[in-house]
């Protein structure tokens, strides 16, 4: 488990150059890639998503279910994988996360990992294309 200062977290995501709402971070499950104009997209109400951000896989919103096993080599399976997101969020019983961001005042808080500058960029460009 990474343990990582609110103000460390901050600058890791303002040095993934891009606004704001596009700074990324990836679900701890599936991997997906995303940010908070990802997760509105998604279905996200406007008004909460920064606390889903980084916290709630943007899949809790679109109802694309959890991911199947890895041993499930089905056409279903495969198709399933092909899809954005999963079911996850760190709010849940089991702590799979693995970076923790740690406040001035010593609370904790789960969070997704922070992408990369190119990997936040990447997902800014693709949701511009789609938009
Ligand atoms: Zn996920």
Known sequence: ???????????ALSAQGVS???????????????SMASLV?????KDKVEDYFAFSCEGRFTGV????SEKDR??????RRSQRGCDWTLGGLFSLHKLTIVYPDGKERPSFQIATAEQAQALRDELAVSA
Not at 20 to 34: F, L, S, W
Not at 74 to 79: D, G, M, N, P, T
């Open 20 to 34: 704001p709402r596009n700074m990324a971070a990836i679900c701890p499950i599936c991997g997906t890639i995303q």
């Open 74 to 79: 089905s056409a279903a399976a495969k198709a």
């Open 41 to 45: 997209r998604a279905g996200a109400p």
């Open 1 to 11: 488990m990474k343990k990582m200062l609110i103000d460390d977290a901050r600058a």
């Open 65 to 68: 279910g959890p991911l199947p």
